[in-house]
């Protein structure tokens, strides 16, 4: 089964940036599309961004467009999510989560643990 462990995740003021990692095991990562998420306190979980198997497809909350890149090394078998320009509304935890590549929608079903991103004013 899919294995995902996220690490990166921190303290930063606003306008800083961060890079979260999503390390994957258990499948063949490049049959699976990526994607991140993130649930700040008190609110639902929302989806951030996500990267197709090849990395040649990427879709983003539009509230985060121009700031965070999502990226995926298929040879480290990890994906990336570069955060910049932070804000304190980014403050959340993070999640990474796999969907087999079958086009969109991507139906994730393997979840990392998420990671806690605190963005101070």
């Known amino acids: 089964q899919v294995q995902l462990v996220v690490s990166g995740g921190g303290l930063v003021q606003a306008g800083g940036s961060l890079r979260l990692s999503c390390a994957f095991s258990?499948?063949?990562?490049?049959?699976?599309?990526m994607g991140w998420f993130r649930q700040a306190p008190g609110k639902e979980r929302e989806f951030v961004a996500t990267i197709s198997w090849s990395g040649g497809s990427t879709y983003y909350l539009d509230s985060v467009k121009g700031r965070f890149i999502v990226s995926r090394d298929n040879a480290k078998n990890t994906a990336y999510l570069q955060m910049n320009s932070l804000k304190p509304e980014d403050t959340a935890v993070y999640y990474c989560a796999a969907a087999l590549d079958e086009g969109v929608p991507y139906e994730y079903d393997s979840w990392g643990q998420g990671t806690q991103v605190t963005v101070s004013s």
């Open positions: 258990g499948r063949t990562f490049s049959f699976y599309a």
